[in-house]
């Protein structure tokens, strides 16, 4: 089963571009990227997912290497309120929610 | 559309004892999954149901069961509660199975076993 190895934590200044990176080696052909990302002691929430195409939305864009093994979730323009500790989870499975999340990593926006 | 809710939000139970712990999930939603948050170890897969049927299951020992009923609201038991049980326990529900469905998780449940 794929596995995602995130850098702990990482700082951004508001207003500036957001790069989180994501490490998945070992992701197979039929696994999807995920992004969620989790505010102090609420439930995670979903950002974003891709495949192998590069995928935007109104939070954020998703950008995955041709290779595969990793990825990168871009916050265009952080802010403050884009605190948060952000996973970056591989789908197992086809019909399965078998998500494997991670350590994550803590983007600490500062003013 | 409301959101997912769990209840309670908070608990508080005694080694040995049991606990049951309740989901809703968004309506039309029929998968229902659950997680345990711990500092340690992170956000870990409990189970999953869909249309009344466990799916998948992760490695937990047999103390964590759960069930869904026909409305699609799940319950999840955990039965003989150890000091190491105390965590934040998530439920999240998506429309389907299919692989691109996304997941939407409630505010959870924080138990803390004394």
């Known amino acids: 089963d794929a596995k995602t190895t995130q850098p702990p934590s990482m700082d951004c200044a508001e207003g500036r571009a957001a790069n989180l990176p994501c490490n998945h080696s070992t992701i197979s052909g039929n696994e999807y990227v995920y992004w969620y990302r989790q505010i102090h002691s609420q439930g995670p929430q979903y950002i974003i997912h891709g495949l192998k195409n590069n995928e935007t939305n109104e939070m954020a864009s998703l950008i995955i290497t041709e290779d595969r093994k990793s990825s990168t979730l871009i916050l265009p323009h952080a802010t403050l309120r884009d605190t948060a500790v952000y996973y970056c989870i591989v789908r197992v499975g086809y019909n399965f929610n078998k998500f494997y999340f991670g350590s994550g990593t803590k983007l600490n926006v500062k003013p | 559309k409301a959101g997912v809710t769990q209840t309670p939000r908070y608990l508080i139970k005694t080694r040995g004892q049991q606990v049951t712990l309740s989901c809703s999930p968004i309506s039309g939603h029929r998968s229902v999954s659950w997680y345990q948050q711990t500092p340690g170890q992170g956000l870990q897969f409990l189970f999953e149901?869909?249309?009344?049927?466990?799916?998948n299951k992760g490695n937990f020992p047999g103390r964590f069961s759960g069930r869904q009923f026909s409305n699609s609201r799940s319950e999840m038991n955990v039965s003989t509660l150890e000091l190491g049980d105390s965590a934040l326990y998530l439920c999240?529900?998506?429309?389907?199975?299919?692989?691109?469905?996304?997941?939407?998780f409630g505010p959870g449940t924080r138990l803390t076993v004394t």
């Open positions: 999240a529900s998506r429309p389907g199975q299919g692989i691109s469905y996304e997941q939407y």
């Open positions: 149901y869909f249309s009344e049927t466990q799916r």
